[in-house]
């Protein structure tokens, strides 16, 4: 785990933390804070001095207490129409036209985001990295995007990540804000006001701080970047929803792959788009170094998730079947490893 990675994302989220449903805890009554009753899970020396954000707690879990109602994500899934293409792979030298190309196959993005709909797009901008070293999604893969979203007619177009360097350094070392932002988008940054509470009911999480356009938009897009992970073996489209959370998501790798299909099914996204124009082999999540980055020129999109993360894990030389969110997530429902059974189109070299 990288030290970046322990310090969690520096997202100063207001206190309402997630909710871990697997533990209990003693109730406390600090000034200021509300009635329910949180045990802080202990920060390090090293997060209280490096990062204003707020640490997990778990909520005590006391039944003489109710629980105020909270908003729950709704299901962005588009329908299906009949004999859509499931997933699309496209290759080649220029990653908005292997966007283009990918879309186009699938049906459009007409398929997926109807004119006046609030659309937000999730990239992963964790890291204060540049696009060559592939810890982020490539900025030209991002602003094609929020084009073709925007010619598609959306109301509003939201970009947001919730960065685990300092966000105003991810945004713009990535190339990513200013690519979304001259591509018609409006860029959110995970600060203190960008966060709502949610009910995300699952097994292990119970609640959590959502960054708000996930919350009300009408359709989701997300955009991972396949690369190697030290905990996971790799960060791609499912566990690309790590980055709607604010507060210490560390806290979360105690069962990483429990964990990131709780989000995965907290979200259901419309539309994924993984971005395979450079992966990073070894060192991720933040790499660093160039020699661990191999040039790909690869898209994927679809709208199953697992399967495309099957295939992602095929291009770092994994079993997917050995990567543990990826057999969760078919149990769970979300998707198939076989994408190879899907309707799937191959375009390119």
Not at 177 to 184: C, D, L, N
Not at 234 to 250: E, F, H, I, P, T
Not at 253 to 268: C, E, G, R, T, Y
């Amino acid at each position: 785990m990288t030290s970046d990675e322990q310090h969690g994302p520096s997202v100063p989220a207001r206190e309402s933390p997630i909710r871990q449903g697997s533990q209990t805890a003693a109730p406390t009554d600090p000034a200021g804070m509300d009635r329910r009753g949180v045990l802080r899970v202990g920060m390090t020396a090293a997060m209280a001095v490096g990062s204003v954000a707020l640490g997990l707690a778990l909520h005590e879990r006391d039944g003489s207490k109710q629980t105020r109602a909270l908003p729950t994500i709704k299901d962005h899934r588009a329908d299906k129409p009949a004999g859509a293409t499931d997933m699309a792979i496209v290759r080649g030298p220029d990653p908005a036209a292997n966007v283009r190309r990918a879309v186009e196959a699938l049906g459009g993005m007409g398929r997926f985001v109807r004119r006046g709909e609030r659309v937000v797009i999730k990239p992963n901008i964790g890291w204060n990295r540049t696009p060559e070293q592939a810890a982020n999604t490539n900025p030209d893969v991002v602003a094609e995007v929020v084009r073709l979203v925007v010619a598609a007619g959306a109301g509003k177009v939201w970009l947001t990540d919730a960065s685990v360097n300092t966000p105003e350094q991810c945004f713009a070392r990535s190339g990513i804000e200013k690519a979304a932002k001259a591509a018609g988008a409006t860029v959110v940054r995970p600060d203190a006001s960008a966060f709502r509470e949610v009910n995300v009911s699952g097994k292990l999480l119970r609640t959590g701080d959502v960054l708000f356009p996930v919350v009300d938009a009408d359709r989701v897009i997300n955009i991972p970047i396949v690369k190697q992970h030290g905990l996971s073996l790799a960060s791609m489209a499912l566990k690309n929803w790590y980055g709607v959370l604010g507060g210490q998501r560390v806290k979360l790798h105690q069962n990483i792959h429990l964990s990131i299909i709780d989000l995965a099914a907290m979200v259901k996204p419309t539309l994924t788009i993984l971005d395979a124009t450079r992966i990073l082999l070894a060192n991720g999540p933040t790499g660093g170094s160039l020699s661990d980055v191999k040039q790909m020129d690869t898209i994927a999109a679809g709208t199953d998730e697992v399967a495309l993360d099957a295939f992602g894990a095929t291009l770092l030389s994994l079993n997917p079947t050995d990567v543990g969110f990826i057999v969760e997530g078919m149990k769970a429902g979300l998707g198939t490893p076989q994408w190879r059974n899907l309707k799937t189109v191959e375009l390119g070299g």
